[in-house]
């Protein structure tokens, strides 16, 4: 059985390359390596280079707004232009981090969302504590042709059928296994479309609990639980289990609708 992951960190040292051949070895195909600043752009250029599996995405990360240097939009769009299969992200909105500039993330989201539409690449949107603000932006922004994914879904269920209208897709990960978002979870049955539902690690981070795990890693530098590429098994059990379809029927829709969204051209 193959799984595609939606959304990554393979360039984090935290995941060493033998994890991800391990994970490969098992199953796991393409896996959207996402950058969060200049400083890591090249290293998810060189995974790319590596491994065809390995798709590149670039943008400039929320908690990354503050540190980002003159220069880092012209970057992006030549590293953009340099992958013609790149998409855009992780990049979004954040009220959760501590001392936020919200209109200095809020003008780097809509110059990175202008970019997605401009070279028509995927887009992925980070989320946490400012689903109106993130709404406010979408509803009156042209948006990618191709759609965009809202990674680690963690919003309110009565914003899916407009967000679907819009274009998202919706991302099941090891956050949705706790026991505390288990509205979150029904959400994926009762009201997200099944051709927009994906699924993710997040790896390194998202480590689940203990029983959703296939393989361990060690903890980061500051004891966080690292979470392995091939926990996504796991959690497409979990998922599997949600949607009341097998393993195998969960992994091909997911499959479907990834290569949907970040590989099939649009016509």
Not at 9 to 33: D, M, N, W
Not at 39 to 57: H, I, K, Q, T, Y
Not at 74 to 90: D, I, S, Y
Request: hydrophobic share 40%.
């Amino acid at each position: 059985m193959e799984i595609f992951d939606a959304h990554c960190h393979y360039q984090f040292a935290e995941v060493p390359y033998a994890a991800v051949e391990l994970a490969r070895s098992e199953g796991v195909g393409f896996a959207v390596i996402n950058g969060s600043s200049p400083d890591d752009w090249e290293d998810v250029a060189r995974l790319a280079r590596r491994d065809g599996r390995n798709l590149p995405s670039f943008g400039l990360h929320p908690w990354d707004v503050p540190t980002a240097k003159p220069g880092w939009a012209e970057l992006l769009r030549e590293c953009l232009l340099t992958f013609p299969e790149a998409a855009v992200g992780e990049m979004g909105l954040d009220r959760w981090v501590k001392d936020f500039n919200a209109e200095a993330q809020e003008k780097v989201f809509r110059l990175q969302l202008a970019l997605a539409v401009e070279l028509n690449r995927a887009l992925t949107i980070h989320c946490v504590k400012a689903i109106g603000p993130l709404m406010e932006l979408l509803r009156v922004a042209p948006l990618p042709a191709r759609g965009f994914l809202l990674h680690s879904w963690n919003g309110p269920v009565e914003l899916v059928p407009e967000l679907s209208r819009l274009g998202a897709y919706f991302s099941f990960s090891a956050h949705h296994l706790l026991p505390r978002k288990l509205e979150l979870r029904t959400q994926f049955t009762a009201a997200i479309p099944r051709d927009r539902i994906l699924i993710e690690t997040d790896a390194p981070a998202l480590c689940p609990a203990p029983d959703y795990r296939r393989h361990e890693l060690p903890p980061g530098p500051d004891g966080t639980e690292s979470n392995h590429p091939a926990n996504i098994f796991k959690t497409n059990e979990q998922l599997a289990l949600t949607l009341g379809v097998t393993p195998e029927v969960s992994a091909e829709l997911t499959r479907a609708n990834f290569r949907r969204l970040f590989i099939s051209p649009q016509k």
